[in-house]
């Protein structure tokens, strides 16, 4: 099935001089939002607010709308990512950053799928759009 990013992204290499101006619905769109949250991994440690992959698939359908919700009215805000510092074997350290499930669900909903011809000047656009809301 083609997303609607993907369609986007043919027409934007199809029409190099085009002028876009309302890429916003890409980033609520719940369909996209529900494929980035199956591309999360499962196996990882809760993020920032303890939620896990399973707890909020529980109730995935009113999570994405409320989430796509609060995207669409810039409401969204991501807590602020939690850093640790890891010893390495050398003596120094290594940063270690844990975001909220939701950073990486919205964030991801602007990333194209394996295999896109989305251009890195579009997918750059996208992702700052998405941390502006």
């Known amino acids: 099935m083609t997303t609607k990013l993907e369609r986007f992204t043919l027409m934007a290499r199809e029409q190099l001089r085009e002028r876009f101006n309302s890429l916003m619905?890409?980033?609520?769109?719940?369909?996209?939002?529900?494929?980035s949250f199956e591309r999360q991994k499962g196996n990882k440690?809760?993020?920032?607010?303890?939620?896990?992959?399973?707890?909020?698939?529980?109730?995935?359908?009113?999570?994405?709308?409320d989430l796509s919700a609060r995207i669409r009215r810039m409401g969204y805000r991501p807590q602020p990512v939690r850093r640790s510092y890891i010893p390495k074997g050398d003596g120094?350290?290594?940063?270690?950053?844990?975001?909220?499930?939701?950073?990486?669900?919205?964030?991801?909903?602007?990333?194209?799928?394996?295999?896109?011809?989305?251009?890195?000047?579009?997918?750059?656009?996208?992702?700052?759009?998405?941390?502006?809301s």
Do not use: M, T
Request: charged letters at 25%.
């Open 25 to 35: 619905g890409l980033l609520f769109d719940p369909e996209g939002l529900r494929e």
């Open 92 to 132: 120094r350290y290594r940063p270690l950053e844990c975001a909220e499930l939701r950073g990486p669900i919205g964030a991801g909903s602007a990333q194209p799928p394996p295999a896109s011809h989305l251009g890195a000047g579009i997918l750059r656009l996208l992702v700052w759009l998405s941390s502006r």
């Open 45 to 65: 440690a809760p993020g920032v607010d303890g939620v896990r992959k399973d707890d909020y698939g529980k109730d995935l359908d009113a999570q994405l709308d």
